[in-house]
């Protein structure tokens, strides 16, 4: 009997290891084992020790046996970890802890939904998604590791289900609590204008915490574009943020169901929140039932909804151009622009070597009507993803309203701060930072500098030389690969993003066209920008281009103040441009860190209209985790503050 089991034994593995019809290796474990256990005796089959151990576990019970046995495979799992010879997880030294076990849920249920994701019909799919989703919450590193072997290869489907996860009504009821009640919650359909060439009605979710009275007495308003990547998410995946704003603001909030690609690609989305902005100006609201009477709008958007928001902000601005078709529409321009982790360039560049910028490549453009690349001559070209162009807008760390209570003012300078001398010459590179032989990114580099230089009093130009020969002994990374194994956004994820939103008008180069990358815009349409929040975490793969897109902005409202009030003769796209460094010195480095407050009447309240927030330890997507993260509502209610006190400061917006 025992050497009928081992043959039959050795045949059957031999057929479902060898077979062709066999659907996988873990289909063959398993009837395997079904089969040893039916077919074998009580006292197990004569093989090896078997017997023997049998005869010994006897005087346990079954529920001893089980948990020892789950016990010692946990052991035999984490064997390295229990001798101490697993590698070292630096995770804890990137970010903060609060996020950090946001993101680790967010890819447990990612995991799960990726699973899941074949599965038919949908109430099945819907139920095994948070199923697989407890099991990977409660498997940290099989999570991880399915996520990053999905991640390789991105396909549309899986950006989709895992992005698109918050659509599932399980997931939906558990976070219900953290969905402030609002009154009015509907969707709108809204005709396109007349000017477009598209005839498909713009649809938007409208939130507002009053009544339809109240809705009638309202003459502000904030358009959003919600991120998802261009090819995901919608306004009801972001419900918490909206609903939010729409309670502290007290105004409505009117959040963009813009077409996705690769269905709708470049420049739908565009077009769409152009056409929708133009139909709410022509009626002054009174189409979503405001007043009619004025009308006023801040633009927001996060991720990919950034860089739309800033897209269509062009847009109105080259409407009311000289020459331009639409000039006679007389369209008032947007009295702010608030972006959140914006997704500012298509550029990726690896290095960014602070003492020789890389040499921008020939620009070309999109032609929009034909998808035909052509060159451009502009400027901005000019400008390399791999120069260190010193943030020069006033960069917040933290909550806006602990920056203010700091101050003591109500104001809010940022790091403006006093420089002395003397521990200059001892500084040396931190040995905490977890790259040592880089900085991971140029936002890093710009928090190096500004801790050698808090304690120094006089800026001498040996002293600043020396320090900035100090940081240049270290090679920079651009963020997006310093931070390549983000937990949220990975570089094959903005690849295949780029990609699909492009389309067919894909060519080298394209990513330069200011028209998809605003971090490359000719510095007159970016002084002509509203005051501008920025906010991004400081370890987000973006955190770079929303600096420098913030110093960009801060120039060239710089140049422009100065050029209006004649106090000194400058090229605004020269101003706004990075500059190669002098005598191992940054030419932006040589100020201190921040450009001088342009002079004559007002210019200060125009440079200054820029601020840049930045939140240490956080990366991508964290307006999403508030149920997850209390930093998030910070985040949240910072943004809906600035909002609320921009149009507090121009209850007149000005015409385009």
């Known amino acids: 009997m025992d050497c009928d089991f081992y043959f039959s034994f050795s045949e059957i593995y031999l057929f479902l290891r060898l077979s062709p019809l066999a659907c996988s290796k873990a289909y063959a474990v398993l009837l395997l084992s079904l089969y040893c256990i039916l077919s074998s005796s009580r006292r197990g089959p004569r093989f090896l020790w078997i017997r023997p151990l049998n005869r010994a576990l006897q005087r346990?019970?079954?529920?001893?046996?089980?948990?020892?046995?789950?016990?010692?495979?946990?052991?035999?799992?984490?064997?390295?970890?229990?001798?101490?010879?697993?590698?070292?997880?630096?995770?804890?030294?990137?970010?903060?802890?609060?996020?950090?076990?946001?993101?680790?849920?967010?890819?447990?249920?990612?995991?799960?939904?990726?699973?899941?994701?074949?599965?038919?019909?949908?109430?099945?799919?819907?139920?095994?998604?948070?199923?697989?989703?407890?099991?990977?919450?409660?498997?940290?590193?099989?999570?991880?590791?399915?996520?990053?072997?999905?991640?390789?290869?991105?396909?549309?489907?899986?950006?989709?289900?895992?992005?698109?996860?918050?659509?599932?009504?399980?997931?939906?009821?558990?976070?219900?609590?953290?969905?402030?009640?609002?009154?009015?919650?509907?969707?709108?359909?809204?005709?396109?204008?007349?000017?477009?060439?598209?005839?498909?009605?713009?649809?938007?979710?409208?939130?507002?915490?009053?009544?339809?009275?109240?809705?009638?007495?309202?003459?502000?308003?904030?358009?959003?574009?919600?991120?998802?990547?261009?090819?995901?998410?919608?306004?009801?995946?972001?419900?918490?943020?909206?609903?939010?704003?729409?309670?502290?603001?007290?105004?409505?909030?009117?959040?963009?169901?813009?077409?996705?690609?690769?269905?709708?690609?470049?420049?739908?989305?565009?077009?769409?929140?152009?056409?929708?902005?133009?139909?709410?100006?022509?009626?002054?609201?009174?189409?979503?039932?405001?007043?009619?009477?004025?009308?006023s709008a801040i633009l927001s958007g996060d991720s990919a909804g950034g860089n739309i928001a800033v897209n269509v902000m062009f847009k109105i601005l080259e409407a009311s151009a000289p020459g331009s078709s639409l000039s006679t529409l007389s369209i008032p321009r947007p009295a702010g622009l608030a972006l959140t982790y914006a997704a500012l360039s298509f550029s990726f560049a690896s290095w960014a070597w602070p003492s020789s910028p890389t040499p921008s490549p020939s620009s070309l453009s999109l032609d929009t009507a034909t998808g035909i690349s052509k060159s451009s001559n502009n400027a901005s070209s000019s400008l390399s993803t791999s120069s260190t162009l010193f943030p020069s807008a006033k960069v917040i760390l933290g909550s806006l309203a602990e920056e203010k209570k700091k101050n003591g003012t109500g104001s809010m300078d940022g790091e403006d701060v006093e420089y002395e001398a003397g521990t200059a010459e001892q500084w040396t590179p931190s040995k905490t930072v977890v790259y040592q032989q880089a900085h991971t990114s140029l936002f890093e580099r710009q928090q190096v500098m500004r801790k050698a230089l808090k304690p120094v009093v006089t800026r001498t130009p040996s002293v600043m030389t020396r320090l900035s020969q100090m940081a240049g002994a270290r090679m920079t990374m651009s963020s997006k690969a310093g931070y390549m194994h983000d937990p949220i956004i990975t570089p094959s994820m903005m690849w295949a993003m780029c990609l699909l939103y492009l389309g067919p008008r894909f060519a080298p180069g394209v990513e330069r066209d200011h028209r998809l990358s605003p971090l490359f815009a000719p510095a007159d349409a970016l002084a002509a920008l509203p005051p501008l929040l920025l906010q991004c975490g400081a370890r987000d793969p973006l955190v770079d281009d929303t600096v420098l897109f913030g110093a960009r902005v801060r120039a060239a409202k710089r140049a422009a103040a100065k050029m209006r009030t004649g106090t000194e003769d400058v090229d605004a796209d020269a101003a706004c441009l990075a500059t190669p460094p002098v005598d191992g010195v940054d030419a932006l480095d040589a100020t201190g860190g921040r450009l001088e407050q342009a002079e004559g009447a007002g210019a200060d309240d125009v440079v200054d209209d820029v601020t840049v927030q930045i939140f240490p330890g956080w990366s991508h997507g964290y307006l999403q985790m508030s149920a997850l993260m209390r930093g998030a509502h910070v985040a949240i209610d910072d943004i809906a503050d600035w909002m609320g006190g921009t149009f507090e400061r121009g209850q007149t917006p000005a015409r385009a």
């Open 60 to 295: 346990f019970a079954p529920w001893q046996l089980i948990a020892a046995t789950f016990s010692a495979l946990y052991a035999f799992r984490n064997f390295d970890r229990l001798l101490g010879l697993d590698a070292p997880d630096h995770t804890g030294q990137l970010y903060a802890r609060d996020y950090s076990r946001a993101a680790w849920v967010v890819t447990g249920l990612d995991a799960g939904f990726a699973t899941a994701m074949s599965i038919r019909p949908k109430w099945l799919r819907d139920i095994c998604s948070m199923l697989f989703s407890v099991y990977y919450l409660c498997n940290g590193d099989e999570a991880e590791s399915k996520i990053h072997r999905l991640r390789e290869l991105c396909t549309l489907e899986v950006l989709r289900v895992t992005w698109d996860k918050t659509s599932n009504p399980y997931l939906r009821a558990l976070s219900a609590p953290y969905r402030p009640s609002v009154p009015i919650r509907r969707l709108v359909s809204f005709p396109r204008p007349k000017h477009s060439s598209y005839t498909r009605p713009v649809d938007a979710w409208l939130f507002f915490s009053g009544s339809e009275e109240e809705l009638r007495q309202t003459t502000e308003l904030v358009l959003d574009f919600p991120g998802g990547g261009f090819v995901a998410m919608g306004p009801t995946h972001h419900e918490e943020r909206l609903r939010a704003w729409a309670k502290r603001l007290r105004r409505p909030v009117l959040s963009v169901d813009y077409g996705k690609a690769p269905e709708f690609p470049y420049p739908y989305a565009i077009e769409e929140g152009f056409d929708l902005y133009c139909t709410l100006a022509e009626s002054s609201g009174r189409i979503l039932g405001m007043s009619g009477v004025q009308f």
